[in-house]
């Protein structure tokens, strides 16, 4: 006979549960919005309260804040370029949608969902300081895996690598008007039209 006794606060549905807190195990639960698994473990990734549904066998967290908004898998997202390395970049996403954010999330770009194209490194097509829209593929281990592989997305501003100046569109090449360094990027339809 397997009877299953709820533990507090594990498990219980109403509880306020913060960032990391444990929910439950992924044999007894699956996984729902607002939580993350790390090594069989389910884990609440937002502020919100718990809900515990028996019935499903689901685990999920409601976010606390009216309006709260995180990153989905699927979701259009804006964001700059930090740490880089030849096969990803970081983004701190700062926009989902149209909305602007109160704090950040981190993401990460990999050189494979830049584009349909075969590109050798990051630095060829992004670098630090870029602003990009981009969206969300995977929220594994709760780090929003982000691609730029579509027609409407990629680079929106991006910034001369020698002097920081804004670069104009120039065709298919960016261009700084300060010093004239010419630098390529995989850049959006909608160059330098986004406002941020």
């Not at 790390?38 to 499903?56: A, E, M, R, W």
Request: net charge positive; hydrophobic share 35%; glycine share 10%.
């Amino acid at each position: 006979m397997n009877t299953m006794t709820l533990k507090a606060p594990e498990q219980k549905s109403g509880h306020l549960v913060m960032p990391g807190e444990r929910l439950g195990v992924i044999e007894e639960f699956i996984p729902d919005s607002g939580t993350y698994v790390k090594d069989g473990v389910i884990y609440s990734k937002i502020i919100g309260h718990s809900l515990v549904d028996l019935q499903s066998r689901r685990v999920q967290v409601y976010p606390i804040a009216q309006g709260a908004i995180v990153p989905k898998v699927g979701t259009v997202v804006i964001g700059q370029v930090g740490n880089a390395q030849s096969d990803n970049v970081l983004v701190k996403i700062f926009k989902i949608g149209k909305k602007e954010l109160t704090g950040t999330f981190g993401g990460i770009l990999h050189v494979s969902d830049v584009s349909d194209r075969y590109i050798d490194q990051m630095s060829d097509v992004i670098k630090p300081g870029d602003l990009l829209r981009a969206k969300v593929i995977s929220e594994k281990n709760q780090i929003f895996h982000l691609s730029t592989n579509d027609k409407n997305l990629g680079i929106i501003h991006a910034f001369c690598s020698r002097d920081g100046t804004l670069l104009n569109q120039d065709r298919y090449e960016l261009k700084c008007p300060k010093c004239g360094n010419v630098e390529r990027r995989k850049i959006a339809p909608d160059y330098g039209r986004e406002p941020v």
